[in-house]
């Protein structure tokens, strides 16, 4: 299957309409979040690879056209997108970074028809993408440092698709491993894993059941305790630590139950029978909050799974992202409507120290101090550099993020900070307005 | 590539355990719902189709095994993965019937590592199809049939995956169209689009890209009339309908402001103009109780774009589902949990007049005026019937939606009924409890 179909009806609509006319003069397209989520302080860039692979191979197929020739697109059209490529220029913020509302996440400069065909498959990868990392790092933020996070999302991701963002994302922020194998393959993440109840329900005893386990995983057994009573499935866990010799590789993880008040009671079993370095694993409806109360707890975790929460960003499970045209040929434009009005002309986004940013035009010279983070990333539809490695987008996000003002990083009731307006961009939007709205 | 991957690694680690142990009995998993979200009243069973493919093709590819290998799995394991195919049975909800907390959606009976294996596919299938398609039900409950509803979520889905399933969940309980031509094509929906703001920004006025669109889809203009100002977009539109002759095809489309003042304001143009014909779609963060809210301005919409918040089912996006160990080797089994636990043992739901149900027992008989509502559908690995159609599903839906209790299907503080438990059910999980606690 292609993906070109991969969009609304409405693209090819117009992307046939343009061609029927000639329409193919460079259009700039922005695509941008217009408000941040209530519950968000910040947002984490992300999307942008999947995006330039997508732009790379856009075509039509064979089975495309003719399922376009049974909707009535004239033969014309269908010729035009026979060949059609993406031949344009792309800039974009590289994941990682730190964004706020109305920060271009990209730029796509293109002869229309190409500009706009692409538009649905970019918001989408880049929404969710995005969402995505920016709830990861709000359970980064919460845990501290104080342990080890794990992403556990994919049994319930809305999709495989969004399972596969998910542990990407999250691994760009921090989380140190992934339950998602694919996932953990593709990206070169560290696959991680423990049991699950019914390994501990297919034995006769769960003793049974662990010895088994670390008998076939010495090097890697977690044994899962709450399936009957948990402190009497530490007791066993610890019995077959010692008996196998397992006190320097071994974990346990509760997955129910008061989490903190177990993982005291676990620790201090643990602790008592000499197993100091046995690691302890809570998992369970995690998200920031919960970690945030684990580490006010001081509870003494050592890994935590964060699955579902996270995976669905499921406080903030949509970004108002748009994909707006800013110009076309030559000609600056915006929408005027009462509650979505946007700025026109191609963007740069200046940053200075502590994350302050000021929206502008891409030509004009930064503001002293200040550093565009908008890079050209494709031209004339070929990439300008390989896929990023996504330990790199990691300290670009570790950078940005502790630059970040304490308000934003809150967990409740963050307060985001906002881009400045250049004098240029403000006196382009104020022409076009006055311009348009007298025509 | 193989999707045998797509998997949490933890099931990889316990099929190896089960296999090196011969463990390979029959085990019965059973996928269900544990609590409704609290803001809905019933869900709407879907995924099966996709999981059905999945475990008919499921296999480990060359490249998977690889990988494996370089994660230190056994070569004795490697072996028996490289032959595995799935090849037990499985019991299903049909899709589109009405489920409630606790009944399995689906179960599947297969040699242990087998059903072990397939978890979490199955369980993201599950779980997104249907939450998905809950939440699309509340949005046709709540347009009453004043007004035909479309698909417009693709470009906020979480992936293109999830844009899928939306367009063909939303089909399933009554919408009418989709933007999604990629799922128009593959699911046979009507696919469905209007025009973008960037198009009427392409052009010099407004009024030039009315007359270029409708000069080329006369039969399936649309105008977007809230570029500039709404109303007077509506004249401009009225003026390209009059001079080309389209008053028994056109519609126009209302994106921003006050829907329901717009709406009105826009007929009374139009039919002031005599085009009591042209259509007034309505877009815009829509939802069910946007949509309830449209009904109850008796706002004069047509057709109605709802987009992002059902496509990710914003206020529930994800369900509390669990695949649990039921039965293994002939002997049912529980977890005990505190706030987790489960039933023993195959299940059926038997469902009476006005969806009273009972969840018992696969094999007892059905209490008196109810129907069994799982069905094999799959056995040996094979399915039992080839792909439903969609409006098979729909009128499913239809026909249990019909019978639920007013309280289920209100929109706000919605009651969800609960099924009972058979004796049978009872007494199995009061010996398996007793028994597993003084083992």
Redesign the interface.
Known sequence: ?G?A??????????A???L??G?TAP?T?SLFVRRLPPTRGFLVAAGLEECLEFLEAFRFEEEDLA?LTS??FADEVLEAFASLRFSGDVWAIPEGRVVLAEEPLLEVTAP?PEA?LV???L???I??HT??ASKAARCVLAAQGRFELVD?G??????????M?AARASAMVGFGAT????A??RYGLT?????????V??F??EIDAFR??AG??P??TTFLV?????LTGVTRAIEVIRDLGLEHHAAIRL???DLSALARGARRLLDDAGLTEVRIVVSGNLDEHRLARLVQDGAPVDVAGVG??MG???DA???D?A???VA?DGRP????????ATYPGAKQVFRAAGLRDTLGLRDEAPPPGSDPILEPVMEGGRRLRGSEDLEVQRRRYESDAAQLPGSATELVESIAPTAGVSVALASLTEGVRSG??W?
Chains 1, 2 share one sequence.
């Not at 339950?179 to 694919?182: A, D, F, G, K, R």
């Not at 709450?226 to 948990?230: E, F, G, Q």
């Not at 434009?333 to 979505?340: E, F, G, I, M, Y």
């Open positions: 299957m993906r179909l991969l969009t609304d009806f409405y693209e090819l609509t117009m046939a309409s343009y029927r006319r329409m259009a397209f399922y909707l009535g229309m706009q538009e649905t498959y918001l989408n990868k929404s969710f969402a995505v556990f994919l049994r319930r991701t809305q999709g495989l698709e969004a399972g963002a339950s998602n194998v694919e953990a393959r696959p991680s894993g423990t049991m699950a109840h019914s390994y329900e297919a006769p005893r088994a386990f076939d995983f090097e890697r709450d399936t009957y009573d948990t997955d129910s139950g579902t929460r669905v960003s499921a499970p949509y970004l992202t994909y707006k045209l076309y434009v915006a929408k005027l409507s009462t509650d979505k348009v709205r025509e």
